[in-house]
C-alpha cells in the first residue's frame, strides 16, 4: 500500500457518482468537548476565504470494491459508516475572538446524497475532475469534510471506490482500516444484517478531552519540551539539504517519486538479521536514512520531525478521526562509522525522541514560542499491522495525499508492505530531481548493507518492553502529517 498522489493511481473507465453526506441546517449541536490543540491550531491557520480550501489538504484513500454497485446499498453502507462515526458528524463553529467550538449531529441525522456525473466516463478525466472537485470542496470549516466517489465499472461487475477528507477528521491509519470497513459495512447491507457494534469506535472528540487535559500539564520543565528545546537550540525547524536548492517558480506542485527499495526476499533478510541483532525495523530506516544524509549530502547530523499515531486505547483502535503527534529525531554519526553503530546510535536517538510522544507538539512549540511548522518529516509504516492487509493490496488499495505546492517542504514516507519495502517522497520543485533520486538511491544501499553485516556482534539483550499495551504499541504507527 503506497502512499501516493490520484493522479498516479489509474482510474479505469466507468460511470462517476460523488457521495455527499447530508444534513438539516438544525441538526448541529454544540457540544463542550474542545478540539485537539493541532486541530484547533490547523483550524485557526486556514483562511475562510480561501476558493481552494482542499489545495494541499485533503487526504483519502482509493480501492475497487470486489463487487458490483448496488446504489441504495451503498448509499446505506456511507449513512452507517457516518452514524458510526462521530467524528464524521463533526465540524467547527467560529465564536467570539475567533474560537473554534465543536458542533455534533447525531447519529441519524446524517443522509446521503448521490450526484451522478453525466457525460464522463473515461477514467483519466474522472481522475482530473475528482482532483479539482476536492480542492474546491474540503475544507476543515465547512462540511462535509469527507465525500466519496464510485466509479461502477458494468463491464467487469465491481467498482472503483474513492474516499476523501479533509486532514482534521482523517490520519493515515484511518485512511487504511476503513477499506475493508467500508467493504464489510456493504456486505452486511447486502445481505440484511446489523452493523457489528464495537467498543473501539470510540469518538475522537472523547480523545480530545484527554488530550488538551495531557496539554495543560505540559510546562517549560518537562521532559518533553526540553527534548523539543535542545531540537531546536538553533533556533529553526529543520530541512533537506537546504545548500541544494534551486529557485523557482512560486505556486509550481511539489514533484512525488516512489519507488520499491527491497523485494519481498531482500525484506525478508534484512528482517531475519534485525531478528538476530535485536533491532526493529524502524531503527534501520532511520539509520540508513541517517548513512545516506551523510554519505550525500556530507552532514553527520539529521535532524527532521516525525509524526506517530496516538491512538492511546482499544476503544479509539477504528476510529475515524486525527489521531497524530510529532516529535522530533535527532541523530548524529560518527565520520566513518559502520552501519552496526550508526543503528546503535540511531536506536539510542529514537529512544529520546519517545520523550516527546505524549506530548502535544503544537502546545510543546507555543511553550517555547516558535510558530514555524516541520519542514522535513519522515513516516514509517509497517501494514502488517493493519487488519487484513493482505487483501488490501488485492483490492488495489492506496492511501491518497493532495498535490502540495510547498516551496520548502521535504517529506518520505517508508512502508514496510506485503510485498516488499517502499518509499514515497514528495519535494520542493526547486529540489533537483537527480538530487532525490541520487539520495534515494543511497538509502536503499544502506539498508542493503545491514543484511550484507550480519556477521557483526548485536547489542547483548534486547531492546526493553514499554509500558504500553500490544494494541497501543501496535497502533503507534508512523503517519502521514
Sequence with gaps: MEYTHLSEFEIRSGALSIWTPVLATDAWRLDDRPLTSVHAAYCASVDPADLLPGRGRWIGTVFEMDAPLDGPTWRETLRRWHARHEGLRTTVST???????????????????????????????????????????????????????????????????????????????????????????????????????????????????????????????????????????????????????????????????????????????????????????????????????????????????MPIATRPDLRWMESMGWFVNVVPVDITLTPGMG????????????????????????????????????????SFLDIRVLPGYELVADLRGQALRAESYSPDEVFLWVVRAADGLYVSTRFPAGLPAEVMDEFLTAFGQALSSIAAAAAYPGPETPEPADSRTPCTDALRVVQAG
Excluded at 477528507?165 to 447486502?190: G, W
Excluded at 545548500?243 to 517558480?249: D, L, T
Excluded at 536506536?347 to 511553550?367: E, K, P, Q, Y
Aim: net charge negative; glycine share 6%; aromatic share 6%.
Design 95 to 305: 465564536a467570539s475572538a475567533g474560537e473554534h467550538r465543536r458542533l455534533v449531529a447525531a447519529p441519524a441525522a446524517v443522509g446521503i446524497g448521490e450526484q451522478p456525473v453525466g457525460g464522463l466516463t473515461d477514467g483519466a478525466r474522472i481522475n482530473e475532475f475528482l482532483r479539482g472537485a476536492l480542492e474546491e470542496r474540503l475544507s476543515p470549516l465547512v462540511w462535509p469534510h469527507c465525500l466519496a466517489a464510485t466509479v461502477e465499472h458494468a463491464d467487469t461487475g465491481d467498482f472503483t471506490v474513492l474516499v476523501a477528507a479533509d486532514h482534521s477528521v482523517m490520519d493515515a491509519y484511518a485512511q487504511a482500516i476503513l477499506i475493508l470497513e467500508l467493504r464489510t459495512l456493504y456486505r452486511e447491507v447486502m445481505v440484511g444484517e446489523a452493523s457489528r457494534e464495537s467498543v473501539t469506535f470510540g469518538s475522537a472528540a472523547d480523545f480530545a478531552v484527554l488530550e488538551r487535559a495531557s496539554a495543560a500539564e505540559l510546562g517549560p520543565d518537562s521532559a518533553a519540551v526540553a527534548t523539543w528545546r535542545e531540537f531546536l537550540a538553533d533556533g529553526a525547524m529543520p530541512r533537506f539539504a537546504p545548500h541544494v536548492k534551486r529557485s523557482s517558480r512560486p505556486g509550481l506542485p511539489q514533484p512525488s517519486v516512489s519507488r520499491r527499495l527491497l523485494d519481498l526476499d531482500e525484506l525478508e533478510q534484512l528482517e531475519a538479521v534485525l531478528d538476530q541483532v535485536r533491532h526493529r525495523m524502524s531503527v534501520a530506516v532511520f539509520a540508513a536514512l541517517a548513512v545516506a544524509n551523510q554519505q550525500r549530502f556530507g552532514s553527520n547530523r539529521m535532524r527532521s520531525v
Design 339 to 378: 552501519i552496526s553503530t550508526a543503528m546503535e546510535q540511531t536506536r539510542g536517538a529514537l529512544r529520546r525522541s519517545r520523550t516527546a510522544n505524549d506530548a502535544s507538539w503544537s502546545r510543546v512549540l507555543d511553550l517555547l514560542d516558535v510558530t514555524e511548522t516541520p519542514r522535513f518529516g519522515i
